[in-house]
């Protein structure tokens, strides 16, 4: 067989292409080679696993499933949570955002997942009489590894030297810092039972339970007199019992500042009694002492940098004296720490509504529809009309009236007679002027009323009115100088020399806020 004949004006053509073919295989191999090697190197070191830097604590489970025994999960869960706050770099879920895991049968690692955190401490409790055994595991959520576990038997009262013990295993295993931590003193068993079982009743948040957690703690108090955690834990029962149920009464507050000073001085370095002292003092009865209640704030979260709801009420404080990018930063922790907070979702919407982001603003109200439908409504509808959506503003505003027609500080019957001044019907701004302020009078934030009222006024080009409830929306509480300066409702004001003599006061003390706060 002859094989068959190239032919000589092919042959080149048919080398170069074996050329290119033998380069194309040459470079197969060199991939081939540098992948094998990757994978092989690869193969032999070990999986870099993600860092840890967020845990939810579970609430416990009773092994005994003894009805008179399910209040326990909780609060040792919150005590453990109050321990492992001291890990630095560690956020660290607050009992208000594990509390419906009391009552679920949903796995560890699904909570972990529904909590959005990196690790999960469970375990389960078993009580015989003074007596207490408790079962803990730490849980990688991201594969469910178990990165620690331990078994205490102890006496019931001894569970503070458990949590200590806890957050330094947590810190060691999650390789974080952990600060020192404060010396704990002997507690009387019944006295800390009455004050676990206080804090079960206080969380289910109903006025009958806070009853119930007020005689436990003053149960526990009655036996000993100098246990700081009861009266701490009293003050923010009376306070929320003053703000949630009973505002009329001005005896709750009052109680309550009596005990969050009793708390700090038998100890100072108690988280809970610093945002309550912070909370109490920053009112229209104390002509909101902006200084004073930084200075809480921030003391609570030098003690526990978790505490959401002081990264909260210090964004709301930042906020009114115009400290605007603060208060965003702040509100956006307490949310990073607590998704679950509604109040701190909420004040997202108004950083940015002070910022005039009108538009993000509304997208931040639309994840927080339900918290307090009355301002809800009044700030939704403020940024609507300053967007120019005027007509959906009014029908927001008369939606809200219908549904709560109180209008408790007169703040949505103010929106209105912004509505009417924009409108040019200056009888209808006047009638709606006098009604809030009627409505509004004596009430803890007017100054929100009083700043609209203001804004009707400029609207009305009535200058020297404006400029006066400027000053008492300043002077009540709100002295939020870039607002001032920027909302474009305030425009007519622009060249007043009252109004100019007015923002340049404002703006040193909004100046001097900037460099202390």
Known sequence: ?????????????????????????IGLVGIIAVLGYALLFRSAQPIRQPEIRSLAVLP???????????????????????????????????ISAVRKYANQETSSLEAGQQLNVDSVLDGTFQRAGDRLRVNLNLLRVSDGASLWSESFNMGFTDSFTMQDEVAREVAARLQLKLKPLASTRTVNPEV?????????????????????????????????PNFAPAYADLAHVYRNKAAVFKPEEK?????AFVAVETALKLDPNLADAHLSRGFLLW???????????????????DLNPNLDEAHHQLANVYNHIGLLDKGLDEVRRAVAINPGNS????????????????????????????????????????ALFQLGRVEEAAARVEETLRAYPQDEGGSLTSMQAMFAAA???????????????????????????AYAIASA???????????????TASEDGFPCYPLFELDPNLNNLRQDPKFLAFMKSLKEQWERYKATL
């Open 1 to 25: 067989n002859q094989s068959p004949s190239i032919d000589a004006s092919t042959a080149p053509l048919l080398k170069g292409t074996r050329r290119r073919v033998a380069a194309v295989l």
């Open 60 to 94: 416990l489970k009773s092994v005994n499933k003894d009805p008179s025994d399910d209040y326990l999960g909780l609060p040792l869960a919150d005590t453990i949570i109050t321990r492992v706050n001291q890990i630095s770099e560690l956020t660290v879920r607050p």
């Open 192 to 224: 800390y039972d009455y004050y676990l079982r206080a804090k079960y009743h206080f969380g289910l948040q109903n006025e009958a339970d806070m009853e119930s957690a007020i005689e436990l703690l003053k149960r526990a108090i009655a036996i000993d």
């Open 251 to 255: 005896e709750w507050e009052e109680k």
């Open 283 to 301: 009112t229209h009865t104390n002509h909101f002492p902006h200084e004073q209640a930084v200075q809480e704030y921030r003391r609570a979260l």
């Open 343 to 382: 109040g701190a979702r909420f004040r997202i919407g108004g950083s940015l509504l002070y910022q005039r982001k009108y538009q993000d603003a509304l997208n931040a109200f639309a994840e927080a529809k339900g918290f307090n439908p009355p301002l809800w409504g009044y700030q939704t509808a403020w």
């Open 423 to 449: 409108a040019g019907d200056n009888d209808q701004a006047e009638e709606k002027i006098k009604k809030a302020a009627q409505i509004g009078k004596g009430y803890g934030h007017f100054h929100h009323t």
């Open 457 to 471: 006024y400029a609207l009305m080009n009535k200058r020297d009115q404006a400029v006066q409830w400027l000053r």
